[in-house]
């Protein structure tokens, strides 16, 4: 526990967290409360007016759920603080897994590198709470391929929970398959098959409990849609690659591999590396699979690393001298930690402001501004949070390519004339949008529109009365 709470601390220390600094915090939230009051899971958007009715499922809906709850009954603190807790008892859970099959030196190491991996992505978010589902299924599969045994049928359930949480549950699936094969390769020719037949048979009640949500087997389908809208994945800032022209945790851990592979001592199991190169290869191509990356790899390294630590060429009273300093500080550091956690994080559970147009959407209410709105991507969730019916929010894979690829080119004013048809096509009455936005340059001298208010974060312009789209 000591070593947990010492790697939050550090992660906590080393980078700047901001849970709720992601604006479709504000949009889960309002999914959620929309599910509470009507009873149903959407299957159909009810809250844009660019494509009302759109065939749309909150494959998220349980921890949209979760977090409206948490939000209604905490407040923002509560929301924030339990989403910290989550992701402390994600690494409680890998710093437990370590301590088993390493010195406690290597595992707070260990654990505090995937905290920090991780934390680049600790969002209030659904996929924060799928988290410690991650940790627990892979640390159970590994568990019962090191045993010679079959997964616990329990996970099924597990996997069920995760399905209605997270779209990552797929994740899961494709460890299952790949540590399937590590399981039958372990094994006497003999004994290959009987293996794989019952982690066959676990994959498959895996899948069929994956399904258990409202979106049935079409939710094992939607994780795959992102990868097709190349022009979604351009533009959102969390499917972009990494940028290695700044500090990248990511970049350390590729050399360090690089290093420990080109001294050729360790060994891992040929399956164990082709999964851990194919997690690099997601990290690399999509910047917020680096959190997956930093918790899923001590996991499959744990054991071959453990054993090579153990040979007698590594001999263990230098890392039994520092075991001892931490046995001798774990009385008082606890209490300590739980201190300035609390202390760190207390003035960070307030919404980003950059993401909270709140003074510009009041604003606009006391001017009696009403009717379609042009927004900026990020203040969409701010809009739904506020019953606002928005043109665009985070919910990329309703808009598709076409729409979020004509907005983009009239917000950058790539074409003009893409502004211009979208305040037409689309009636649009009002704009909400940030005041660095380049749309602005050709609103001001548009005839018929006017700018109403503006400020730090947000500007509203609205279309005269008279105009003809104002009719």
């Given at each position: ?23 479709d ?5 309002a ?60 690494l409680?859970?890998l ?6 099959r390493?010195?406690p ?44 045994s ?12 995760w ?16 540590l ?18 019952r ?6 009640l ?22 097709n ?59 917020r ?11 499959l ?11 007698p ?46 003074a ?11 009717g379609?709105?042009l ?11 506020r ?51 380049p ?18 974060v947000?500007v ?12």
């Amino acid at each position: 526990m000591l070593i947990a709470l010492f790697a939050v601390l550090s992660v906590l220390g080393v980078q700047k967290i901001d849970v709720l600094a992601d604006p479709d915090t504000y949009l889960h939230i309002a999914v959620g409360h929309w599910i509470l009051e009507h009873g149903v899971v959407p299957a159909a958007d009810p809250f844009s007016h660019s494509l009302p009715g759109a065939g749309w499922i909150a494959h998220e809906w349980l921890a949209q759920v979760a977090l409206y709850a948490l939000y209604q009954t905490a407040g923002w603190a509560g929301l924030g603080g339990v989403v910290t807790l989550v992701f402390a008892g994600t690494l409680a859970y890998l710093t437990r897994f370590l301590l088993t099959r390493m010195e406690p030196v290597h595992a707070l190491l260990f654990a505090i590198y995937a905290g920090c991996m991780m934390a680049g992505h600790l969002l209030a978010r659904p996929h924060v709470l799928a988290w410690p589902l991650l940790a627990v299924w892979i640390g159970s599969l590994v568990i019962a391929v090191e045993k010679d045994s079959t997964p616990r049928w329990g996970l099924l359930a597990l996997m069920a929970l995760w399905a209605n949480l997270h779209g990552s549950f797929m994740l899961g699936i494709a460890l299952a398959c790949g540590l399937a094969m590590d399981a039958t390769l372990r094994q006497p020719h003999s004994q290959r098959l009987a293996v794989a037949l019952r982690w066959s048979k676990f994959i498959a009640l895996a899948l069929v409990a994956a399904m258990v949500t409202p979106a049935g087997w079409h939710g094992i389908v939607f994780p795959f849609q992102m990868v097709n809208m190349a022009f979604s994945l351009d533009l959102i800032g969390e499917w972009s690659s990494p940028n290695f022209h700044e500090p990248q945790l990511l970049e350390i851990w590729l050399l360090l591999a690089l290093a420990t592979a080109c001294t050729g001592r360790l060994q891992l199991p040929w399956v164990r590396l082709m999964l851990i190169l194919a997690l690099t290869h997601l990290a690399l191509k999509h910047q917020r699979n680096v959190s997956l990356l930093g918790l899923v790899t001590p996991f499959l390294v744990a054991s071959p690393l453990g054993q090579f630590w153990q040979t007698p060429t590594h001999p263990r009273r230098n890392v039994e001298s520092v075991d001892r300093v931490f046995q001798a500080l774990a009385a008082s550091a606890v209490l300590v930690a739980l201190l300035l956690a609390l202390a760190a994080q207390t003035q960070r559970f307030v919404p980003a402001a950059r993401n909270t147009p709140a003074a510009a959407v009041d604003a606009a209410g006391r001017l009696g501004v009403f009717g379609p709105v042009l927004n900026a991507y990020e203040f969409g969730g701010y809009l739904v949070f506020r019953s606002i019916p928005v043109f665009l929010d985070g919910r990329a894979d309703m808009y598709g390519d076409t729409l979020l690829q004509r907005y983009q080119s009239a917000m950058t004013l790539t074409d003009p004339a893409t502004l211009t048809g979208l305040l037409t096509d689309y009636h649009i009455r009002w704009t909400l949008l940030s005041p660095n936005t380049p749309a602005l340059v050709l609103l001001d001298r548009m005839p018929g529109w006017e700018r109403v208010y503006s400020d730090a974060v947000a500007v509203v312009q609205l279309r005269k009365s008279g105009t003809p789209e104002a009719q």
